[in-house]
């Protein structure tokens, strides 16, 4: 099975900061890598898809990168709305795993 | 508009069983492979299984294997998690969630329902 291993698992930072979360995974999965935003006790929302493909909605301070084994989310310029939990999941094969979570807090 | 509704989920006892469904709308179920994710109160997300769009491929996470059942009914855009052989450590909101093409990536997701195991 593939691991995924995010960081950190918790960050603070205020409205108008750059912010960049991490995942690493255990071998490579090419680009096969999606972040999902979850807010309390809603159903999580993918933000980028293929690495570095924003879903259609998102807005535009999200961006992700990297291909292979290490990967990049960065919001840049936070909003109050995006204090949330970012997870990593790859889904290049199955299990499709999910990293342990990054909380953004204020 | 895209949707997946779930539900089935409630309280039960350990060993007990339950049978969650989620219900598509707004896309042709057919095309698409589906998953189950979980998630433990105040814990991340955990993939649980996945199914083909025909419905001949199932996988499942290692912690489930041999007590959950997935299954889907194409004629009537469903897709099901039988759970057998319940235990405390089941306890989580399950999602349904459909893959994208090509990369699978979730969306949408349902919004959950809430299985809870306990005497």
């Known amino acids: 099975d593939i691991q995924m291993t995010q960081s950190p698992s918790s960050l603070s930072a205020s409205v108008g900061d750059r912010v960049t979360i991490t995942c690493r995974a255990s071998?490579?999965?090419?680009?096969?890598l999606n972040w999902y935003q979850q807010k309390p006790g809603k159903a999580p929302k993918v933000m980028i898809y293929?690495?570095?493909s924003l879903q259609s909605g998102v807005p535009s301070r999200f961006s992700g990168s990297g291909s292979g084994t290490d990967f990049t989310l960065t919001i840049g310029g936070l909003q109050p709305e995006d204090f949330a939990t970012y997870y990593c999941?790859?889904?290049?094969?199955?299990?499709?795993?999910f990293g342990q979570g990054t909380k953004v807090e204020i | 508009e895209v949707q997946l509704v779930e539900s089935g989920g409630g309280l039960v006892q350990p060993g007990g069983s339950l049978r969650l469904s989620c219900a598509a709308s707004?896309?042709?179920?057919?095309?698409?492979?589906l998953n189950w994710v979980r998630q433990a109160p105040g814990k991340g997300l955990e993939w649980v299984s996945y199914?083909?769009?025909?419905?001949?491929?199932?996988y499942y996470a290692d912690s489930v294997k041999g007590r959950f059942t997935i299954s889907r009914d194409n004629a009537n855009n469903s897709l099901y998690l039988q759970m057998n052989s319940l235990r405390v450590e089941d306890t989580a909101i399950y999602y349904c969630?459909?893959?994208?093409?090509?990369?699978?990536?979730?969306?949408?997701w349902g919004l959950g329902t809430l299985v809870t195991v306990s005497s």
């Open positions: 969630a459909r893959e994208g093409q090509p990369y699978n990536w979730f969306d949408p």
């Open positions: 707004g896309f042709t179920f057919s095309n698409y492979e």
């Open positions: 199914i083909s769009n025909s419905g001949r491929s199932m």
């Open positions: 071998q490579s999965i090419s680009s096969y």
């Open positions: 293929a690495a570095s």
């Open positions: 999941q790859q889904s290049y094969s199955i299990p499709r795993t």
